[in-house]
């Protein structure tokens, strides 16, 4: 499934064709024919469109020619009916950026980008440099509400394992530990992939959206220690 949108009226709207987009979302079911037309008209390598089907696809960016990929990991809940598995695990959202476009490629659903697609509807267009920091917003607010949620379920069960003494507690206190483990894992690439981006200013920020910039910095950092 494709969206785009573009601006007009200095508001963002959805469109039924590609024509002036700017920000074009791809959502799963995910098929390779759409990869190939927007391989094709964008002029965007086939590569980066599929790499956010790869769920161990690490944080990153890459440049091709005119064409830049920026990987970023974000958290999502965990479908699996494996009762040993962990709660949430986290997953790539691929957002590639040509002269004049945007393109998000999600394998899953998630948090993120639908906050970021509700928050369009309430305010001016932005910049494609603010566009990217906006998405690392949200996605820092995904890693800390989940943080949140799950210390909240970890007291509970600790608790429960005090009075009660029961397997049951022990294993899901199990799944918890394995959802830290991918929080820490992505918020660490995540924080090392902003800061290279800051560093080699690789989107050519202006003063503003490198203050912005900063600022997401030191919040992954804070959400990573609070994993930690």
């Not at 799950?150 to 530990?177: C, W």
Request: proline content about 3%; aromatic content about 8%; glycine content about 0%.
């Amino acid at each position: 499934m494709i969206q785009y949108f573009k601006n007009t009226e200095r508001q963002t709207i959805a469109i039924d064709k590609p024509d002036n987009a700017v920000w074009v979302n791809v959502l799963p079911p995910l098929k390779q024919e759409e990869f190939t037309e927007l391989s094709g008209s964008m002029n965007i390598p086939i590569d980066f469109l599929k790499d956010s089907l790869d769920i161990d696809e690490r944080s990153r960016y890459e440049i091709d020619d005119h064409v830049k990929l920026i990987v970023i990991k974000t958290p999502t809940e965990n479908n699996s009916f494996n009762l040993s598995d962990s709660f949430y695990i986290t997953i790539p959202i691929c957002i590639i950026l040509t002269n004049n476009q945007i393109v998000t490629v999600n394998s899953f659903e998630n948090e993120a980008i639908k906050k970021f697609l509700n928050s369009l509807q309430h305010r001016n267009p932005d910049s494609m440099n603010m566009m990217v920091l906006k998405i690392f917003e949200k996605i820092i607010s995904n890693f800390q509400d989940y943080l949140k949620e799950i210390n909240t379920r970890r007291n509970s069960l600790e608790q429960k394992l005090y009075d009660s003494n029961r397997n049951e507690e022990l294993l899901q206190l199990m799944r918890i530990q394995k959802s830290f483990v991918y929080f820490i894992t992505a918020l660490r690439s995540n924080e090392l992939l902003m800061m290279k981006i800051n560093r080699t200013n690789l989107l050519k920020l202006n003063d503003d959206e490198k203050d912005f910039l900063e600022d997401l910095i030191v919040e992954t950092s804070q959400a990573l220690e609070m994993a930690n």
